[in-house]
């Protein structure tokens, strides 16, 4: 089955060709970093005007690259939630317009339930079930993958996401945007031992996260610092913030792995490119015997080749869409329809 895959989530129009949910014949990718990069973070309006410009391209790019015509194409699969809702809106409304135009079905998909998906692409032997770990710029949580379209979370952030943290520290360093890449590099070789970081605990759920007293505190740091008229040493700083939130990640992670009893652990979303700590799941996890699924960088951001993969499985248990469809900013991926 070949699916034609768009993902406008944020700040990446993306479009992909998908076949079966596992063999990606293209992803094309329009970032927009080089637009946003002067403001420090995404701006939205300009994030959807971009969108729009770029998306009927792209696609036609996709074909050309994959020698494709619109006539092969099975379905078409689509981002219609979480995340910016005017760039969500861009690819939902594309998608529905090329999937009646070409009288093909229409097949939404989670954001995050895409993210779980790129570890198909990048190990074509992965199946159900095994437990994921989601760190992305929005979204921490621990989802126990019991089937391709049945999933609990177990555990999940109570406030900032870590990718959020790592750009917002990151900015107070003043560094390029995207922030969390320029700060895991500035983090290589740092002291990690030099600025102490609290270690938040939580009442209630021991799978829970918390990183906004993490972030805080940091940016704290990084203010009376410099008002003293003291320098930071910003490798030292980076590594122990990187350090701390680590910390917070992986005994969590191994407590779910024990609580459900999975012996395969995949990792998703942008922070999953964190050196850090993809360096610490494997140590832990080569420890314990148990397999652990990291997807290349290239399928840790926002593409639309996951969504291809994942797009297949909704296709199969029958995850539909007409021409309602609409596109949400907020929504759970758990345990429901979509």
């Given at each position: 089955?070949?699916?034609?895959?768009?993902?406008?989530?944020?700040?990446?129009?993306?479009?992909?060709?998908?076949?079966?949910?596992?063999?990606?014949?293209?992803?094309?990718?329009?970032?927009?970093?080089?637009?946003?990069?002067?403001?420090?973070?995404?701006?939205?309006?300009?994030?959807?005007?971009?969108?729009?410009?770029?998306?009927?391209?792209?696609?036609?790019?996709?074909?050309?690259?994959?020698?494709?015509?619109?006539?092969?194409?099975?379905?078409?699969?689509?981002?219609?939630?979480?995340?910016?809702?005017?760039?969500?809106?861009?690819?939902?409304?594309?998608?529905?317009?090329?999937?009646?135009?070409?009288?093909?079905?229409?097949?939404?998909?989670?954001?995050?339930?895409?993210?779980?998906?790129?570890?198909?692409?990048?190990?074509?032997?992965?199946?159900?079930?095994?437990?994921?770990?989601?760190?992305?710029?929005?979204?921490?949580?621990?989802?126990?993958?019991?089937?391709?379209?049945?999933?609990?979370?177990l555990g999940g952030t109570r406030d900032d996401a870590a990718g959020e943290c790592f750009d917002k520290v990151a900015r107070m360093l003043d560094m390029p945007y995207p922030g969390g890449a320029?700060?895991?590099?500035?983090?290589?070789?740092?002291?990690?031992?030099?600025?102490?970081?609290?270690?938040?605990?939580?009442?209630?759920?021991?799978?829970?996260?918390?990183?906004?007293?993490?972030?805080?505190?940091?940016?704290?740091?990084?203010?009376?610092?410099?008002?003293?008229?003291?320098?930071?040493?910003?490798?030292?700083?980076?590594?122990?913030?990187?350090?701390?939130?680590?910390a917070m990640l992986i005994p969590r992670t191994i407590a779910a792995l024990k609580q459900t009893g999975r012996t395969t652990l995949a990792v998703a979303g942008g922070v999953a490119a964190n050196?850090?700590?993809?360096?610490?799941?494997?140590?832990?996890?080569?420890?314990?015997?148990?397999?652990?699924?990291?997807?290349?960088?290239?399928?840790?951001?926002?593409?639309?080749?996951?969504?291809?993969?994942?797009?297949?499985?909704?296709?199969?248990?029958?995850?539909?869409?007409?021409?309602?469809?609409?596109?949400?900013?907020?929504?759970?991926?758990?345990?429901?329809?979509?």
């Open positions: 089955m070949l699916i034609l895959s768009i993902e406008s989530s944020c700040d990446e129009t993306a479009v992909a060709l998908v076949r079966d949910g596992r063999e990606v014949l293209t992803d094309c990718i329009a970032s927009q970093v080089p637009l946003h990069r002067i403001y420090g973070g995404v701006v939205p309006e300009i994030a959807s005007r971009k969108h729009i410009e770029a998306i009927y391209g792209l696609a036609e790019q996709a074909l050309s690259e994959a020698k494709i015509t619109r006539s092969e194409i099975d379905a078409l699969a689509v981002t219609y939630a979480p995340g910016l809702i005017g760039a969500l809106l861009v690819g939902v409304n594309f998608a529905k317009a090329a999937a009646l135009a070409l009288d093909k079905p229409l097949i939404p998909v989670h954001h995050i339930r895409g993210h779980i998906a790129a570890n198909y692409i990048a190990y074509p032997d992965l199946k159900p079930p095994f437990l994921c770990l989601v760190v992305s710029g929005g979204h921490t949580m621990l989802v126990d993958v019991k089937d391709y379209c049945e999933m609990d979370i320029a700060l895991d590099k500035a983090a290589r070789g740092g002291d990690e031992t030099r600025y102490p970081m609290p270690h938040p605990k939580l009442s209630g759920n021991p799978l829970d996260m918390s990183f906004s007293g993490l972030k805080t505190a940091a940016v704290n740091l990084i203010h009376n610092t410099r008002q003293k008229g003291e320098e930071i040493n910003i490798p030292d700083l980076c590594a122990s913030f990187s350090a701390s939130v680590s050196s850090r700590i993809r360096g610490d799941l494997t140590r832990e996890c080569e420890k314990r015997g148990v397999r652990l699924c990291l997807p290349p960088l290239s399928l840790c951001g926002d593409n639309a080749a996951m969504i291809g993969a994942q797009g297949y499985y909704e296709y199969l248990a029958g995850n539909l869409a007409d021409q309602t469809l609409n596109a949400y900013a907020t929504k759970s991926m758990e345990g429901e329809k979509l």
